[in-house]
């Protein structure tokens, strides 16, 4: 489940490592940016996310929208969870977050993301969690989200606007950049350009496909509930064509999206 399109680069990491499971992939584009949204908002809306998916027989969620992730799983897990006896919810952040911790070797780790997801301080506290000395810049970056669902990741604006967010974060020596928020997948080689070869970039696509493979072999009792037939059906709350046009591109192939009414 996303906010939008972005996780569609980390459904297309899952399925080439787990071909084999049955998906179904809900984007909220009717109502994508969730940023700048209230965190009491996004709390509901990840509800109504978490109502659809259990209702179409799914034994397992992964929030891939980091906003969703940073605002709401906790309290899900918490508090929504426990009407689904037997269901999971999961989250992208913490994979992130241990990638992070491994790869820093000068111990100032730089973060990107929605402003709701940077003033949750999520990443700042996972981080420090696992070792206290690591120092974290975060910024938001509220421009990348409507950039990249209108399908301007490669224009001039959205290069600019990339050099204008990673700017303060180069200025500290970071060594380590986490891109927390699924939609910035889409912009890593222009990132890379950016920071240069002495950042290492650590993206959501990459990092969460191995890190289900494992979680799903430490819970056999959830793998052996989901459906193995290789299927992958495509929901959005707005069908425009957008969604199939530039999701595909995520994706990296042709998809078809059925419409989903939350809520």
């Known amino acids: 489940y996303d906010a939008g399109f972005g996780g569609l680069d980390i459904l297309r990491g899952i399925v080439s490592v787990l071909p084999q499971l049955n998906y179904v992939y809900l984007g909220d584009t009717a109502r994508v940016p969730y940023g700048p949204r209230k965190w009491k ?38 508090e929504y969870l426990p009407k689904y006896p ?60 409507p950039l990249v669902e209108s399908g301007e990741q490669d224009s001039l604006k959205s290069k600019t606007v990339l050099k204008k967010y990673l700017a303060p974060l180069l200025r500290e020596e970071i060594d380590t950049l986490i891109l927390g928020c699924t939609h910035y997948g889409i912009l890593e080689k222009h990132l890379k350009k950016i920071v240069g ?53 995520f994706f990296g192939k042709k998809i078809k999206a059925l419409k989903a009414t939350l809520g």
């Not at 259990?54 to 918490?78: G, M, P, W, Y």
């Open 41 to 78: 908002e996004i709390y509901e809306f990840t509800k109504q996310a978490v109502d659809f998916l259990f209702a179409h027989d799914c034994e397992l969620i992964i929030l891939a929208c980091n906003t969703a992730s940073s605002v709401s799983l906790r309290k899900i897990q918490q």
């Open 86 to 145: 037997g269901k999971r919810v999961l989250g992208v952040l913490r994979p992130s977050v241990e990638e992070a911790v491994m790869v820093t070797k000068n111990k100032r780790v730089g973060v990107i993301g929605t402003e709701a997801t940077i003033n949750s301080n999520v990443f700042k506290v996972e981080l420090q969690k696992l070792n206290p000395k690591i120092e974290v810049f975060q910024r938001a970056c509220p421009l990348l989200v």
């Open 197 to 249: 070869p002495k950042v290492e970039i650590i993206s959501e696509a990459r990092i969460v496909p191995q890190k289900l493979k494992d979680y799903l072999i430490r819970h056999q009792e959830i793998e052996a509930k989901i459906q193995k037939m290789g299927e992958i059906v495509f929901y959005s709350t707005d069908l425009n064509g957008k969604f199939e046009e530039l999701g595909g591109k």
